[in-house]
C-alpha cells in the first residue's frame, strides 16, 4: 500500500535544464573562434553521443572509480568526438589546441551561458516545494551544483546528488536510497521521481520501490511507449494534475 507522497526528486538534464544550442555549434564557436579549427558542427552531433556511450562504458559515471577527474574525462571525450568529426589529431600543434578546447569547454558548460532552465520548470518546483521535500537526482558531475545556483534554482531544493560525487549512478538503485536518506526518509513508496529518460529515471525508480513519472515532451514518443495515464507527463505542471497529489495543489493562474 502506498504511503503519503512526501518526496519528490527530478532528474536536471532535459527535465528542468537543457542546453540553448546543440553540442556541435558550442563546440564549434569556441573551436574556430579561439583556435582556428574547423569542422561541421553536424558532424560533432553525430559523433558525440556514440564517443559518451563508449567512453561511459570504459570508465562510467565520469571516471569516478578510476581515479580519473571529470575535466580528464571529458577532455578523452571532446578529443574523440571532434577527431571522429575530421579534425586531423596526428598534427602536434592541433593535438595542442584541442586539449586547450576541452579545458574551455569544461569551463564553458559550468557557466549559465549554454544553459537555459526549461519552460515551466519554475512554476512547477514552486507548487511541489510548498508541500514536499524537493530534492534532484542526477548523472552529472560536481559542476552542476555550482551551475543549479548560478541559474537561481537552489532554492527549490532540499538537496541535490550527483552521481560522480555520490560514487554510484542511474539506474543503480543505491542513488535512489541515497534520495531517501538525505530526505530522511525509510518509506521508498513514499517518494516519487520524475526525469525524461525512461530507463534511468522512470524504470529506474519504480525499480528502487519509488513512485515513478515519465517527463515525455513528444507525442510520438509517448505513443511508443504506453503507460498508465497517471505515470507520464508532457510538462512539468501536469505533474499538479496527478492523483498522486492527493491533497491537491494551489496552482498560480
Same mark, same amino acid.
Given at each position: 500500500?502506498?504511503?503519503?507522497?512526501?518526496?519528490? /526528486?527530478?532528474?536536471?538534464?532535459?527535465?528542468?535544464? @537543457?542546453?540553448?544550442?546543440?553540442?556541435?555549434?558550442?563546440?564549434? *564557436?569556441?573551436?574556430?573562434?579561439?583556435?582556428?579549427?574547423? &569542422?561541421?558542427?553536424?558532424?560533432?552531433?553525430?559523433?558525440?553521443?556514440?564517443?559518451?556511450?563508449?567512453?561511459?562504458?570504459?570508465?562510467?559515471?565520469?571516471?569516478?572509480?578510476?581515479?580519473?577527474?571529470?575535466?580528464?574525462?571529458?577532455?578523452?571525450?571532446?578529443? +574523440?568526438?571532434?577527431?571522429?568529426?575530421?579534425?586531423?589529431? =596526428?598534427?602536434?600543434?592541433?593535438? *595542442?589546441?584541442?586539449? =586547450? #578546447?576541452?579545458?574551455?569547454?569544461?569551463?564553458?558548460? $559550468?557557466?549559465?551561458?549554454?544553459?537555459?532552465?526549461?519552460?515551466?520548470?519554475?512554476?512547477?518546483?514552486?507548487?511541489?516545494? !510548498?508541500?514536499?521535500?524537493?530534492?534532484?537526482?542526477?548523472?552529472?558531475?560536481?559542476?552542476?551544483?555550482?551551475?543549479? @545556483?548560478?541559474?537561481?534554482?537552489? @532554492?527549490? &531544493?532540499?538537496?541535490?546528488?550527483?552521481?560522480?560525487?555520490?560514487?554510484?549512478? !542511474?539506474?543503480?538503485?543505491?542513488?535512489?536510497?541515497?534520495?531517501?536518506? !538525505?530526505?530522511?526518509?525509510?518509506? #521508498? /513508496?513514499? +517518494?516519487?521521481?520524475?526525469?525524461?529518460?525512461?530507463?534511468?529515471?522512470?524504470?529506474?525508480?519504480?525499480?528502487?520501490?519509488?513512485?515513478?513519472?515519465?517527463?515525455?515532451?513528444?507525442?510520438?514518443?509517448?505513443? /511508443?511507449?504506453?503507460? *498508465? #495515464?497517471?505515470?507520464?507527463?508532457?510538462?512539468?505542471? *501536469?505533474?499538479?494534475?496527478?492523483?498522486? &497529489?492527493? $491533497?491537491?495543489?494551489?496552482?498560480?493562474?
Amino acid at each position: 500500500m502506498m504511503s503519503r507522497l512526501r518526496l519528490v /526528486t527530478f532528474d536536471i538534464m532535459n527535465t528542468i535544464l @537543457k542546453t540553448k544550442r546543440s553540442i556541435g555549434q558550442e563546440y564549434l *564557436d569556441i573551436f574556430s573562434t579561439r583556435f582556428g579549427i574547423q &569542422f561541421e558542427s553536424a558532424r560533432v552531433d553525430q559523433e558525440f553521443p556514440k564517443v559518451f556511450k563508449s567512453m561511459w562504458e570504459i570508465h562510467p559515471n565520469f571516471g569516478a572509480a578510476a581515479g580519473i577527474s571529470a575535466r580528464e574525462w571529458w577532455a578523452t571525450v571532446v578529443r +574523440a568526438t571532434v577527431e571522429n568529426a575530421g579534425v586531423d589529431m =596526428k598534427d602536434a600543434k592541433t593535438f *595542442d589546441d584541442v586539449s =586547450k #578546447a576541452s579545458d574551455v569547454l569544461f569551463d564553458h558548460y $559550468q557557466t549559465p551561458a549554454p544553459w537555459t532552465v526549461i519552460e515551466s520548470s519554475r512554476m512547477a518546483l514552486s507548487v511541489l516545494k !510548498k508541500q514536499y521535500k524537493i530534492g534532484a537526482i542526477s548523472n552529472f558531475d560536481e559542476r552542476l551544483t555550482g551551475l543549479v @545556483k548560478e541559474l537561481d534554482m537552489q @532554492k527549490y &531544493f532540499d538537496f541535490v546528488i550527483l552521481s560522480r560525487t555520490a560514487g554510484f549512478c !542511474k539506474p543503480d538503485r543505491q542513488i535512489f536510497n541515497l534520495a531517501l536518506e !538525505k530526505a530522511g526518509e525509510t518509506d #521508498a /513508496t513514499s +517518494a516519487l521521481h520524475v526525469g525524461d529518460n525512461l530507463t534511468l529515471d522512470y524504470k529506474a525508480a519504480k525499480e528502487a520501490g519509488w513512485n515513478a513519472v515519465w517527463l515525455c515532451r513528444d507525442e510520438t514518443e509517448r505513443a /511508443t511507449y504506453p503507460l *498508465d #495515464a497517471t505515470e507520464v507527463v508532457a510538462d512539468l505542471m *501536469d505533474l499538479t494534475k496527478l492523483p498522486l &497529489f492527493s $491533497q491537491g495543489l494551489a496552482v498560480p493562474p
